[in-house]
């Protein structure tokens, strides 16, 4: 065994032996794997082996998608037979709401290069001849899905990696993680201790046990799932063509053929089982937990009104094993939380069909510094350790539960919150707010009229109007909303002004009082983060970023100050609240609570000053994200409830009115601001996102050299603004725009602009598509709709309301 190597896998299940395949394949040959017992061992051996193209995500389905092409083709390159059975499979839909979703998912998948085609219950019987279509409005067939033998795939990844140099050491289990002075990460194991750059935990079940070796607290759990094997049956033995998988939210169960017999497997909806909460023994090899079928009855009489044939047929087999799920249903990708050269790649709950997908992309984060997909969704930092413990496993059931319903837009399920609530929560919800939670915080969505809850669509719905109303308070008279989930950061020392210059593409600002907007950079110019900088004192600086990007943002700052640069970063998150006010009279009523100069030579637009508020000490910026004057009150969190109080008090005569995520998306789209992690991510530098202006090529900072190479070069897809002729459905993110027929982008985001009455949107399209007034269609829940380039914000492209 080696006793040096670059990097040390632990765990040799689908998603570990997907890295080291991946890693192999981008030119990292000093890479090995350990597993305690044989590989596959772990739950990757008795899966189901369904592979499919059906999610609602954009960039999980080009995982998806990545693994099912590679394990139609790995045979030719590694010999080993995968076991590819490519049946193609069916989503089916029972409801308006999820015949909108596989649509809307139809136009995505065909822009990721996978096809799909909606289909009505007679062709679904005609591909299903065993299958009653009664209350099936519609499916969506997905003719390349399949299905596959996880082990035999997973050994012919470990033999293609194996010819790539890699070496895998079986049987020997990983008893302890340290950490050395110089960073690097010494592994013991049974058969000895490897020291390495770059140690993954991919321990599947375990992943909670290996964290814990450096310290790390894991949030998922271990849910139990069994499946259900027929003996043959006549029906099936009749049939001259292998029948597709079907995925039936009725009975919330898969079903696919197995030689002349079928696979059964439900999801209960309700009364989903969590598994060894306090960990998996180490002896858990090969093994499976004994059947319990009577648990599954509901799901099962279903399944057999589905499937008729399936209630006459004997059960040959029941399987039943452990599958890891997080509180949000999606693995944990990259790295750990301030812990640098430590990754994870582990908590899949369908990681047969994620495994060499997530492993691709993950070897190019390690290998490259930056990946070709959007990795935001997957990255372990966003969750803290708020969400591990009770919030984990009531989310992980949840989720586990809703497997095979559609997630509905804005619908944040309530169980296991709230976690993190601002000091006016309460207050907020008398208020009629209604919730969403980002990255632990209940953020308040809208504030519904008495006695109504919004009713989750992918159309406008009940909220419509009065969102319009929100943002017609901002736009006319004066909103106020609650910031406080801003990840907010101190820099500070003598080199804080030459370190965030190396960090910011982005000028800073030249005086005390200077904000600047900014983008930060990968080695490659892909857009890391996006941060407002303030700058109180030449050596000390505020920044602000994203909620979710709290964990990120602090590792990217902390890791490129290394302990050598007399700089000190505090994360004081949750020491400040936020109260924005935002609106042509949020300066009358901000006077009726400071003594401090509001006027625009005192305090310009881009100006940020220490006053008091209320009596209150308070960070005042003058700067808006909905494009009129306004003012972020940032203030000893403490003081939020009664600031809050006499906020209101004083606006109550001037028309406030409080507005939530909805107002602002929309109010945000008409001023043409992008959104970080949504136009702004590591797939783009600024010069593709339309932001060139916020970089300053005249200094030096990371990623410059990328940056001014792709604006030499160019030809890569633009972020375009989109004037869109919607009817009762706006862009949400991720629809197809076509071209004479041809998928040539995807939208970004999108809303209805409530005071220029127009339904706008931002689009990736190629730069021969983005020129003012191109015209383009997009297609919203599988209906092609205009859209139109636009040069300019919708809303006040001169910016004369900020700076009024
Ligand atoms: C009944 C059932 C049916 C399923 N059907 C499907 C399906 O149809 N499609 C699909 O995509 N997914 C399916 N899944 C889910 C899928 O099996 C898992 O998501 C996937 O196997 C997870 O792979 P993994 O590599 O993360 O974990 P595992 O396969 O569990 O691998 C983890 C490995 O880590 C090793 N390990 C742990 N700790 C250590 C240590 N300290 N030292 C060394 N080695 C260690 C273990 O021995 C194990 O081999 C199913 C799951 C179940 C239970």
Not at 325 to 352: Q, Y
Not at 767 to 786: T, V
Request: aromatic share 8%; hydrophobic share 40%.
């Amino acid at each position: 065994m080696k006793t040096h190597a670059r990097v040390v896998i632990i765990g040799g299940g689908m998603m570990g032996v997907g890295l080291l395949y991946h890693l192999t394949k981008e030119g990292w040959s000093d890479v090995v794997l350990c597993d305690k017992g044989e590989l596959t061992s772990g739950s990757t051996w008795h899966a189901a082996g369904l592979i499919p193209h059906f999610i609602a995500s954009l960039n999980m389905a080009k995982i998806h998608h990545h693994g099912i092409g590679l394990y139609q083709s790995l045979e030719a390159e590694t010999g080993q037979a995968t076991g590819w059975h490519g049946c193609g499979a069916i989503r089916l839909a029972i409801n308006q709401e999820q015949a909108d979703w596989c649509r809307g998912v139809q136009g995505m998948l065909a822009y990721v290069g996978a096809e799909c085609h909606i289909i009505g219950p007679e062709q679904i019987r005609r591909l299903h001849p065993l299958l009653d279509t009664k209350g099936v409005v519609l499916g969506a067939w997905t003719p390349g899905d399949g299905h596959t033998d996880p082990a035999s795939t997973c050994n012919a990844m470990a033999i293609g990696a194996r010819n790539g140099g890699a070496e895998i050491y079986r049987h020997n289990r990983v008893l302890e993680i340290q950490r050395r002075p110089n960073g690097e990460w010494a592994v013991v194991t049974e058969q000895g201790t490897i020291v390495c750059e770059h140690a993954v935990n991919a321990a599947g079940c375990y992943a909670d046990r290996v964290g814990a070796m450096v310290g790390l607290k894991v949030p998922f759990v271990n849910m139990i799932h069994q499946y259900l094997v027929t003996e043959s049956m006549a029906p099936v033995q009749a049939l001259e063509k292998e029948l597709p998988v079907v995925r039936d939210p009725y009975a919330s169960c898969y079903y696919r053929q197995e030689r002349d017999g079928i696979i059964v497997g439900p999801y209960e909806t309700s009364g989903a089982q969590p598994w060894a909460l306090d960990g998996v023994d180490w002896g858990f090899d090969m093994e499976l937990l004994p059947p319990d079928i009577d648990r599954l009855t509901p799901w099962l009489e279903r399944a057999m009104e589905r499937i008729p044939a399936f209630a006459e047929a004997g059960i040959k087999r029941v399987v039943n094993g452990p599958i890891t799920h997080t509180p949000d249903g999606t693995f944990l990708l990259g790295p750990a939380p301030a812990m640098e050269n430590f990754w994870m790649c582990c908590c899949a709950s369908i990681g047969i069909t994620q495994g060499a997908g997530a492993g691709k992309y993950l070897a190019q984060w390690m290998v490259h510094g930056q990946t070709e997909i959007n990795m935001l969704e997957f990255d372990p930092r966003r969750f803290g350790e708020w969400a591990v413990g009770d919030y984990s496993v009531s989310k992980a059931v949840d989720e586990y539960q809703q497997m095979y319903q559609t997630p509905l837009p804005g619908e944040g399920r309530d169980v296991g919150r709230p976690i993190k609530k601002t000091p006016i929560y309460e207050r907020q919800a008398e208020q009629g707010a209604e919730f969403i939670d980002v990255f632990g915080w209940e953020r308040a969505r809208w504030f519904a009229p008495a006695g109504r809850t919004e009713e989750h669509s992918f159309r406008r719905n009940n909220t419509f109007e009065t969102v319009g109303a929100e943002c017609r308070a901002v736009r006319e008279a004066v909103g106020v909303l609650d910031l406080t989930p801003f990840a907010k950061y101190e820099v500070s020392g003598p080199d804080a002004r030459a370190f965030l210059d190396r960090l910011c593409a982005n000028r800073l600002p030249r005086r005390d009082g200077g904000i600047t907007l900014t983008q930060m950079l990968t080695e490659l110019g892909g857009i890391e983060s996006e941060a407002t900088v303030t700058r109180f004192a030449e050596d000390r600086y505020y920044l602000l970023s994203a909620a979710v990007a709290e964990l990120h943002d602090l590792d990217w700052l902390t890791q490129h100050a290394g302990a050598a640069q007399p700089i000190e970063i505090r994360n004081v998150t949750a020491d400040y609240g936020v109260i924005v006010l935002a609106g042509p009279r949020s300066r009358e009523l901000l006077a009726r609570l400071t003594d401090a100069d509001l006027g625009n030579p005192a305090f310009p637009w881009l100006r940020a000053k220490e006053i008091d508020v209320a009596g209150i000490p308070t960070r005042a910026l003058r700067i808006s994200y909905v494009g009129e004057l306004g003012w972020e009150l940032h203030h000893p969190i403490g003081e939020m409830a009664g600031l809050y109080e006499k906020v209101l008090e004083a606006g109550a005569d001037l028309g406030i009115k409080p507005f939530g995520a909805y107002a602002l998306n929309s109010l945000r789209m008409e001023k043409a601001y992008r959104a970080w992690g949504a136009e702004l991510t590591t797939e783009v530098t600024p010069i593709e996102a339309g932001l060139g202006r916020f970089v300053d090529l005249d200094k030096d900072f990371i990623g410059r050299d990328a940056v001014v190479e792709r604006k030499r070069r160019g030809g890569m897809p633009v972020l375009v603004y989109l004037e869109v002729d919607a009817a009762d459905a706006d862009v949400l993110g991720n629809e197809a725009v076509y071209v004479d027929e041809k998928p040539v982008g995807i939208t970004t985001g999108g809303a209805y602009g409530h005071t220029v009455g127009k339904s706008l949107a931002f689009a990736y399209v190629p730069p021969e598509h983005a020129g003012p007034g191109s015209e383009l269609e997009i297609a919203i829940l599988g209906e092609r709709r205009g859209a139109r380039v636009i040069s300019e914000p919708a809303y006040d492209p001169d910016n004369a309301r900020l700076r009024a």
